[in-house]
């Protein structure tokens, strides 16, 4: 059974950066989209950014873009999430998935990712 395990949430100051990593166990990256989502306290979980299984075509949440990139490497079979200039409305429990259909179109449609990771809690502080 496929296993996401993401690395590198953790609290940082308004203004800096982290960077989410999300390795694929048990299975591969190669030909399959993977995306960030988040969910904060007391919403809905939301994309944040998604990319194709090549990597050339990614889309990004208004609220991220210019700030969030999202890339993937299949020799490592992880997907990271470079995060610049964090805001407090960032905070949040962010999750990584992948998509359950190979060389489908980029989607933020939850219901195309078949496996996700347990979450990596981000903490912005002022």
């Known amino acids: 059974q496929v296993q996401l395990v993401e690395s590198g949430g953790g609290s940082v100051q308004a203004g800096g950066s982290l960077r989410l990593s999300c390795e694929v166990r048990?299975?591969?990256?190669?030909?399959?989209?993977m995306g960030w989502f988040r969910q904060a306290a007391g919403e809905e979980r939301e994309s944040v950014a998604v990319v194709n299984w090549n990597g050339l075509q990614s889309h990004y949440a208004d609220s991220v873009k210019g700030r969030f990139t999202i890339s993937k490497d299949d020799a490592e079979n992880t997907a990271y999430l470079q995060m610049n200039s964090l805001k407090l409305e960032d905070t949040a429990v962010y999750y990584c998935a992948l998509l359950s259909e190979r060389f489908a179109p980029v989607t933020v449609s939850q219901h195309a990712f078949g496996s996700w990771g347990q979450g990596t809690q981000v903490t912005v502080s002022p």
């Open positions: 048990a299975g591969t990256s190669i030909g399959y989209g």
